[in-house]
């Protein structure tokens, strides 16, 4: 299997490449950010990748949703997820969750992972996962996009990033921008990246900041996170 992975080394030693396959991490999301977040972990070879999503692959999804295609418009996001990613590399294990992750099921979906990664739509969902990363003391890639635009942040136990990236959590924000293909691919390998460094303590990861991303205008920025406002 070396050939698989040798392009790996240099980013990771060869004992770092070997670790991947004992590291598991859930992605909450299938769409957009989550199809080409587990696509880009399962080709790295991190070896047990949890996919939870309860929604089903519709007409409007084709335009950036990676394992959306036109044979499976109604059927589940994480199911489908699964059977594609066995096809990119059987050597890890795909567990699909066909549920979306509510405040009654989000300690058994999350425990007993390294790291959780955030590729969902709704506000009062991304507090459902850091409030219940909190009580498991497990960190957080926390993504976002909306049209050109899209967010990291990288949210470590006990922090509570989300409160002051959304200070009302009860009101959702309407997306008006649309979202291209472009943005959930570019977003999506920060937020891997980012998983990487984390997990191997390499380089600075965005920890009480944010890393704010205007394809349009070719910008980026790392804001800190104020808690004091």
Not at 15 to 31: A, D
Not at 66 to 75: F, W
Not at 96 to 108: G, R, T, V, W, Y
Not at 182 to 188: G, K, L, M, Q, S
Request: hydrophobic share 35%; with cysteine.
């Amino acid at each position: 299997m070396y050939n698989r992975y040798k392009q790996n080394i240099g980013i990771l030693t060869p004992g770092e490449n070997k670790k991947l396959k004992n590291l598991k991490i859930c992605v909450i999301g299938c769409g957009g950010l989550g199809g080409y977040i587990i696509d880009m972990l399962s080709r790295l070879g991190v070896g047990y990748i949890t996919c939870v999503d309860g929604d089903f692959f519709e007409e409007s999804n084709l335009n950036r949703q990676l394992y959306c295609n036109e044979k499976n418009l109604g059927l589940n996001k994480a199911k489908c997820v699964k059977e594609k990613v066995k096809q990119i590399n059987s050597s890890i294990y795909i567990n699909a969750i066909d549920k979306f992750l509510e405040e009654n099921n989000s300690i058994n979906i999350l425990r007993n992972h390294d790291l959780i990664i955030d590729a969902i739509d709704n506000i009062k969902g991304r507090f459902i996962i850091q409030d219940t990363c909190k009580i498991l003391k497990t960190p957080i890639i926390h993504g976002a996009i909306s049209g050109w635009y899209g967010q990291v942040t990288t949210i470590l136990p006990g922090d509570d990033s989300l409160n002051y990236i959304y200070k009302n959590k009860e009101n959702e924000i309407k997306n008006n921008l649309g979202n291209p293909s472009f943005t959930p691919a570019h977003v999506a390998s920060i937020q891997v990246s980012e998983s990487i460094k984390l997990l191997f303590n390499k380089g600075e990861i965005l920890s009480g900041k944010i890393l704010l991303v205007d394809l349009l205008y070719n910008d980026q920025n790392i804001i800190s996170i104020n808690k004091n406002n």
